[in-house]
């Protein structure tokens, strides 16, 4: 059973500016990794898995071997995230939110140092680990459950309760659904396009702009954590 604590602050950090930042965080990762290290998606694990079962089947054998160690180090990441919250609720503290964000600041900003020349294998490696590791904390704005680092069932959350309210008649509440999900997907939008970009222009270097934006999430979380002590 999840303590208190742990509910409390789960409560507490799942606001609409803490999901739309951490999406667009999200969306930078994919857009960066994607432009800027080989076509390989840090965070969309559907897509590196069709890639790696395609591959497969044309024999491509190199190109399968870049795509496994992603999703092997996202499998990583949800682990180490549920190894910390299952800490944390049996320590009866609030959920390992700013380790979380710090842990993931901190891969970025050595990413971000390493020259350009560094195999891409080290970036989608250790980028898929730090979105896992924050895709696996962070899930839930307003209630409703959510992803901030792929849309997919974002855009489902969204599209049923844009059906619902407009279509079925549905009150307020389903408005706020799809005032909250249309934020989280658009600034997913924007964030991709931002990586994309920024990784051309800049190299590695455009990660310090990710990391300005899980810095704003820290700032925010801490704030919440500790107006409610």
């Not at 303590?3 to 969306?27: K, N």
């Not at 901190?106 to 924050?134: H, K, R, Y």
């Not at 389903?174 to 190299?203: E, I, N, W």
Request: aromatic share 10%.
């Amino acid at each position: 059973m999840p303590s208190l604590a742990f509910e409390q602050a789960r409560q507490r950090v799942g606001t609409l500016d803490v999901g739309a930042l951490l999406a667009a965080a999200g969306g930078f990762l994919d857009g960066f990794t994607y432009v800027g290290h080989g076509h390989v998606f840090a965070n969309a694990m559907t897509g590196n898995v069709v890639l790696l079962g395609i591959s497969c089947v044309s024999g491509s054998w190199r190109t399968a071997l870049h795509l496994l160690p992603a999703i092997v180090a996202f499998v990583v990441g949800v682990s180490v995230s549920q190894a910390m919250q299952l800490h944390s609720k049996r320590r009866d503290v609030s959920a390992p939110y700013p380790a979380v964000l710090v842990l993931e600041i901190g891969v970025l900003l050595v990413l971000s140092l390493l020259p350009s020349a560094t195999p891409d294998i080290l970036f989608t490696t250790s980028i898929a680990f730090a979105a896992s590791v924050q895709v696996q904390t962070f899930r839930e704005v307003d209630g409703h459950s959510y992803n901030s680092t792929f849309t997919t069932g974002n855009l489902r959350t969204l599209s049923e309760a844009a059906f619902a309210r407009f279509f079925e008649g549905h009150g307020p509440a389903a408005g706020r659904v799809v005032r909250d999900f249309s934020a989280v997907c658009a600034a997913f939008l924007l964030g991709a396009t931002a990586g994309g970009y920024f990784a051309q222009v800049f190299g590695n270097r455009a990660l310090w702009c990710d990391v300005i934006l899980l810095a704003l999430v820290a700032i925010r979380v801490r704030s919440s954590l500790v107006s409610s002590n």
